[in-house]
Each structure stands twice: as structure tokens, then as C-alpha cells.
């Protein structure tokens, strides 16, 4: 699948991520407990966990739909915190279950998001054609959105996150509820994105995704960051054998033998 499109062509400004000791409280909840990470620019970068670990905190953390107790997150050389709504700009967030506008056929969903990006509208149109034949979902234009597959929604909600060609990808979930067929696709589209240099943080409980795609991989658990590192990195820190595959690293490293990694 070629997943090039008009407002997308050409090499992105790639940009580092930075946090730095962040915590986040709820009351006497820590659900973030000084967590420092470095993602690299045009890094794809994986993040498992068990479930309540912090995964989903530390995402709409990074995104600015939660703000953080303690702590910093730079976006390039914006800091999140103090200047959000141009570090939002920067960004398109995938949640695990996106919320889309029911009422509104697929065309006019993807309009209303280009808008609200700022997605001049001599390229808009081009760019969710585009997006929509990469997608498979052509005839689904005029579709209401209501109509529509959870496997086909979660694919108009990826269109609806690269609209605006940001500059980092924060991907919760994005395989879920997809066919084969369409995960191969997806999975396509993520590498086209890393082609052109946008950093990526992928989420998810798919531990053959995370070992296959991201170059580099951090474990939470209860609110800390337990490993940071690629594979051949996280099985030296859990003291497994050389083959050893990723769902016994995690589990060694988080100490929850028979626990499902997918718990969130």
C-alpha cells in the first residue's frame, strides 16, 4: 500500500522527544513515578506494559490531554506544558477508542478534522482522497460514519490523526479490531510515516508488533519505567537466553509470570 499523500509528500522536520522526571498524581495515586525518556527523531519507539501500569497516562501525558504533576515533556524545542497549543500542532494521537462523529459521513469528518488542523483547502480534499484510496475506504466517502465496520472506523480515525502531516505519531492501539489483511496495511503506512522521519510511539499489546517494528522498546510498570532498550538490550536486562522471545522478557523484567501483557 502506498500511503504518500498530497499535504504529505517529501521528508518531514523531524523532532526529538524529551521527558524528563515526570510524575502524575491522582490524590495520593501515583500513576506516574519520575519517568525520563528519549526518543530519537524518526524513531519508532515501543511502549508495553502491564494493565494499570501507566501506559495511558503517560500518552495523554505526552499529547496534552493530561497535564503532569511534576516534570517536563519537550516536543523538539517546545515544552508541552508552557506553550501547548503549538506543541498540539506537532502532533497526531491515536487513542485506543476514538471518538468520531457518527452523524457525519466519512468526507465529512475528514473535512471537519483537516479545518480544525489548519489544512489549507486547495490541498484538503486531494489529501483525504488520497488517504481514503491508500485506506481501501473509497466508497465509503459519503458513508455515514455510524455505518460503518469498527476495523473501517479505525481506519478513518487513522486518516483523521495524519491529516495535518505532523511531526510525531502517539499510536494507542492501532491494530485493534483490524483483519489481517488491513494490519499489513496499516503496518505499511506506519513505516511509510517513518520513511519520511516523523517520530512514532507505539502502544500496544501485540508484543510481535512492538519487537517487529520498534527499533527500540520501554516497559512500565506501576507508574516507572523498569527497561529501556532494544531486544537484544531487554534480554541481557532480564538475564534471558539470546532467543528468548519478547513475552518472556517482559514478563521477567515486570515480575508477573503468567500475567497477559495485554492487561491495561
Known amino acids: ?21 515526570l510524575t502524575k498524581h491522582y490524590g495520593t ?12 527523531s524518526g524513531e519508532v519507539f515501543g511502549l508495553l506494559g502491564p494493565n494499570g501500569a501507566g501506559k495511558s497516562t503517560l500518552l495523554k501525558t505526552l499529547v496534552g490531554i493530561l497535564r503532569p504533576t511534576t516534570g517536563t515533556i519537550r516536543i523538539g524545542a517546545i515544552d508541552i506544558v508552557a506553550d501547548p497549543e503549538k506543541a498540539k500542532k506537532m502532533i497526531g494521537y491515536l487513542p485506543e477508542n476514538p471518538s468520531l462523529y457518527t452523524g457525519l459521513t466519512t468526507l465529512e469528518f475528514l473535512q471537519f478534522v483537516g479545518k480544525i488542523r489548519g489544512v489549507p483547502d486547495d490541498l484538503l480534499d486531494r489529501e483525504i482522497s488520497e ?12 458513508s455515514l460514519v455510524g455505518t460503518l465496520s469498527k476495523g473501517m472506523k479505525q481506519k478513518v480515525a487513522l486518516i483523521a490523526t495524519s491529516l495535518h502531516n505532523p511531526q510525531l505519531l502517539v499510536l494507542d492501539e492501532p491494530l485493534t479490531a483490524l483483519d489481517p489483511k488491513t494490519r499489513v496495511s496499516v503496518k505499511d503506512w ?16 501485540d508484543l510481535d508488533v512492538a519487537q517487529t517494528h520498534a527499533g527500540r522498546i520501554a516497559i512500565i510498570d506501576h507508574g516507572k519505567i523498569v527497561a529501556v532498550g ?3 538490550s531487554l534480554r541481557h536486562m532480564a538475564n534471558t537466553t539470546s532467543d528468548a522471545r519478547l513475552e518472556d522478557v517482559f514478563l521477567r523484567l515486570t515480575e508477573e509470570k503468567g500475567e497477559d501483557p495485554a492487561r491495561r
Do not use: P, W, Y
Open 1 to 21: 500500500m502506498s500511503c504518500s499523500s498530497v499535504f504529505q509528500k517529501g521528508s518531514t522536520n523531524m523532532v526529538e522527544i524529551s521527558i524528563e522526571n
Open 29 to 40: 495515586l501515583v500513576a506516574l513515578d519520575d519517568v525520563s525518556l528519549k526518543i530519537a
Open 131 to 142: 488517504l481514503l484510496k491508500s485506506f481501501g475506504l473509497e466508497e465509503k466517502r459519503n
Open 190 to 205: 506506519i513505516g511509510g510515516q517513518t520513511a519520511r522521519g516523523v517520530t512514532t510511539i507505539l502502544s500496544t499489546h
Open 230 to 232: 532494544d531486544i537484544e
